[in-house]
Nanobody, 127 residues
């Protein structure tokens, strides 16, 4: 089974930038480079929502409209790691951030398409 572990969350101040990482263990089968990856978040009192997605080649990327311009998603296939940089953090960015993986073609933002999920990392932004 594929395992994902997020890191990099914490308490930050509004206006700061933050870098999140997701280390992926794909097991002994499929290579990490074959997975489409994404970040989702769950804000307090809200459903889980799409943040950013990236194809296996690391070049095709999609961002949530509500956060576009403040996000950079990337991956290092040699390290089996997914990254997300968030700039100009706002208190409303406070959420648990999750990375997710799927191994088939589809849309980026459909939560149900993703087969594997990490436990999440808490990001708290103070005003």
């Amino acid at each position: 089974q594929v395992q994902l572990v997020e890191s990099g969350g914490g308490l930050v101040q509004a206006g700061d930038s933050l870098a999140l990482s997701c280390e992926v263990n794909t097991g002994s089968g499929r290579a990490f480079s074959t997975y489409t990856m994404a970040w989702f978040r769950r804000e307090p009192g809200l459903d889980r929502s799409f943040v950013a997605g990236i194809r296996g080649n690391g070049r095709d990327r999609v961002y949530a409209d509500s956060m576009k311009g403040r996000l950079t998603i990337s991956r290092d296939n040699a390290k089996n790691t997914l990254y997300l940089r968030i700039d100009s953090l706002r208190p409303e960015d406070t959420a648990v951030y999750y990375c997710a993986a799927k191994n088939f073609w589809g849309t980026y933002s459909d939560v149900t398409d993703y087969l594997y999920w990490g436990q999440g990392t808490q990001v708290t932004v103070s005003s």
